[in-house]
T-cell receptor
Framework: AQSVSQHNHHVILSEAASLELGCNYS??????LFWYVQYPGQHLQLLLK??????LVKGIKGFEAEFIKSKFSFNLRKPSVQWSDTAEYFC????????????????FGTGTLLAVQP | GAGVSQSPSNKVTEKGKDVELRCDPI?????LYWYRQSLGQGLEFLIY????????KSGLPSDRFSAERTGGSVSTLTIQRTQQEDSAVYLC????????????FGSGTRLTVV
């Protein structure tokens, strides 16, 4: 079955440290990829998305992600984290339809809880 | 409305009772999704609506779970004879038609079955 793997379940960093959260997916066709963030007490929000084109995608709040097709990966990065980045981060991919191609349904990873210490 | 609205925000129910969870999507969003978020489990897909029809209901855990959508707008997720394992946050999201649109999520309904 199609799946999304986030290998880091819980990450603790100090402010100004660099961040990279791993995401791998299993679907081999054309994909749309997403990172969502859930700040404490808030609802899930879209951080960035990749549909096509430049595999390096810029998102809000200084986040970026790189799509590497050969590695089935879409890792999230930020050069210097802040305390306000403390949140749970979810990677997601459009599910494959029964006849191939991506659908509107998203499959999510299990999330990575990031704690940034001041 | 401006966002996806879910009600109630919290629901505590006794085991064996039925519950209804409501989702009001963003106006004009034809696609609507229900997910379940449990601690350490990530987001589990339940059902997807395009308009009033549900082309994918593969994630509904059992026949105790059902959902409907009327007028291409409001959706209701019903859980019959609730069990303790149904305790979770139930999230609704909507999106414009078309592949790959990002979802807009509601704040969820936290369901606790005691």
């Amino acid at each position: 079955a199609q799946s999304v793997s986030q290998h880091n379940h819980h990450v603790i960093l100090s402010e100004a440290a660099s961040l990279e959260l791993g995401c791998n997916y299993s679907y081999g066709g054309t994909v749309n990829l997403f990172w969502y963030v859930q700040y404490p007490g808030q609802h899930l929000q879209l951080l960035l998305k990749y549909f096509s084109g430049d595999p390096l995608v810029k998102g809000i709040k200084g986040f970026e992600a790189e799509f590497i097709k050969s590695k089935f990966s879409f890792n999230l990065r930020k050069p210097s984290v802040q305390w306000s980045d403390t949140a749970e981060y979810f990677c997601a991919v459009n599910a494959e339809g029964p006849y191939g191609g991506a659908t509107n349904k998203l499959i999510f990873g299990t999330g990575t809880l990031l704690a940034v210490q001041p | 409305g401006a966002g996806v609205s879910q009600s109630p925000s919290n629901k505590v129910t006794e085991k064996g009772k039925d519950v209804e969870l409501r989702c009001d999507p963003i106006s004009g969003h034809t696609a609507l999704y229900w997910y379940r978020q449990s601690l350490g489990q990530g987001l589990e897909f339940l059902i997807y609506f395009q308009g009033n029809s549900a082309p994918d209901k593969s994630g509904l855990p059992s026949d105790r779970f059902s959902a409907e959508r009327t007028g291409g707008s409001v959706s209701t997720l019903t859980i019959q004879r609730t069990q303790q394992e149904d305790s979770a946050v139930y999230l609704c999201a909507s999106s414009l038609k078309g592949q790959g649109d990002g979802y807009t999520f509601g704040s969820g309904t936290r369901l606790t079955v005691v």
